[in-house]
């Protein structure tokens, strides 16, 4: 599996925007690349992705660099409701990996009021 | 949609005994995973079902652990016997084939004492 390097944490202020880097130089052609965030005592729950372009919903925005080996999720008015851990990951919806996340140690953003 | 089920929340047992972990996935999704997340390795990935089958189960510690997928509404995770080194949180998720993400249930926490 293509590895993600995220930092091990970071910190932002309420309401202000905050950037969460993701470094995947090892990246393939077909390997999508997965935000998800698990807030404290729940399970992981699914952010955004995105291949090529730049993406946004609801919840965030995901920026891709035009070489595609680092991406950046950026929530746009941190909350304290924010403040959990942030995975990035790459999903080969080829062959035998069958599409399966494989989760790093992410980065734990804490959000101060 | 009550999202992906799982039952106990929290289960205490001693050494030994035989354990249980219980998971009822979203109608409609034909993929699901069990996760077991510690704090000293993360999230691991323990097996992958496809349409009821099993397709991967690599990441299955040893054979006292077993998964079973009778229909596409129930899958269950057996441990036997428990040991304490088996303690932690163990999450199930399901997802639509090569869709858009994994939607995780709450988790079910597990001691071995």
């Known amino acids: 599996d293509a590895k993600t390097t995220q930092p091990n944490s970071m910190e932002s202020n309420e309401e202000e925007p905050v950037h969460l880097p993701c470094n995947h130089s090892?990246?393939?052609?077909?390997?999508?690349i997965h935000w998800y965030r698990q807030l404290p005592s729940q399970g992981p729950e699914y952010v955004i992705h995105g291949l090529t372009s730049n993406v946004n919903n609801r919840m965030a925005s995901l920026a891709i660099a035009e070489d595609r080996k680092s991406s950046t999720l950026i929530l746009h008015r941190a909350t304290l409701r924010d403040a959990a851990v942030y995975y990035c990951i790459l999903r080969d919806l080829r062959g035998t990996s069958y599409g399966k996340l494989t989760f790093g140690q992410g980065t734990i953003l804490t959000v101060h009021p | 949609d009550a999202g992906v089920i799982q039952s106990p929340r929290h289960e205490v047992t001693e050494m030994g005994q035989e354990v249980t972990l219980r998971c009822k996935p979203i109608?409609?999704?034909?993929?699901l995973f069990w996760y077991r997340q510690t704090m000293m390795r993360g999230l691991e990935l323990l097996i992958y079902f496809n349409n009821n089958v099993p397709i991967d189960d690599s990441g299955m510690p040893e054979d006292r652990f077993s998964a079973k997928m009778p229909n596409a509404s129930f899958s269950t995770l057996k441990i036997q016997p428990s040991e304490p080194r088996d303690s932690a949180v163990y999450f199930c998720?399901?997802?639509?084939?090569?869709?858009?993400?994994?939607?995780f249930g709450s988790g079910t926490r597990l001691t071995v004492v």
């Open positions: 109608s409609g999704h034909n993929s």
């Open positions: 090892t990246i393939s052609g077909t390997d999508y």
């Open positions: 998720a399901s997802s639509l084939e090569w869709a858009n993400g994994y939607t």
